[in-house]
């Protein structure tokens, strides 16, 4: 369980790099024929973030933060599967735009707390 855990943090930190840096070319107009690429990679980062939070139920993390990562999860994939519509009809894009990224950056945030979560039940218990 210890290097799956690894694995989903190391893919959620790598896969939020590329997006951060592909929202950003986004933003300043570049590679707009990407977006379908970001929209994929999105995705999996929610698919991986969930995984992550079925693991930490199963290692018996408390079901608050695990219930948090699952429903911040969803209004990501929400959001970003939508934002397009959204953009079309709003008049403040920008403020759109910025909740995307704060709700992308906490679901990378929500991941590290369950992993943090995880390892510290994983921690081995030393008594005297």
Do not use: D
């Not at 959620?12 to 379908?36: E, P, Y």
């Not at 929209?39 to 219930?67: C, E, F, H, K, R």
């Not at 953009?87 to 992308?104: D, E, K, M």
Request: no cysteine; glycine share 10%; net charge positive.
């Amino acid at each position: 369980m210890n290097t799956l855990v690894r694995v989903l943090q190391m893919l959620i930190r790598l896969f939020g790099l590329v997006l951060l840096v592909l929202g950003i070319l986004f933003w300043t107009g570049n590679l707009l024929n990407l977006i379908v690429v970001h929209m994929v990679i999105g995705i999996v980062l929610v698919a991986s973030l969930w995984v992550l939070a079925i693991v930490a139920a199963q290692m018996g993390v408390p079901a608050g933060p695990v219930i948090v990562a699952m429903v911040w999860g969803l209004v990501g994939a929400v959001l970003g599967l939508t934002q397009a519509n959204i953009l079309a009809t709003h008049p403040l894009h920008w403020v759109v735009q910025a909740v995307h990224l704060l709700v992308g950056i906490g679901i990378i945030e929500q991941a590290e707390g369950l992993a943090s979560r995880i390892k510290e039940k994983q921690a081995p218990v030393y008594q005297r």
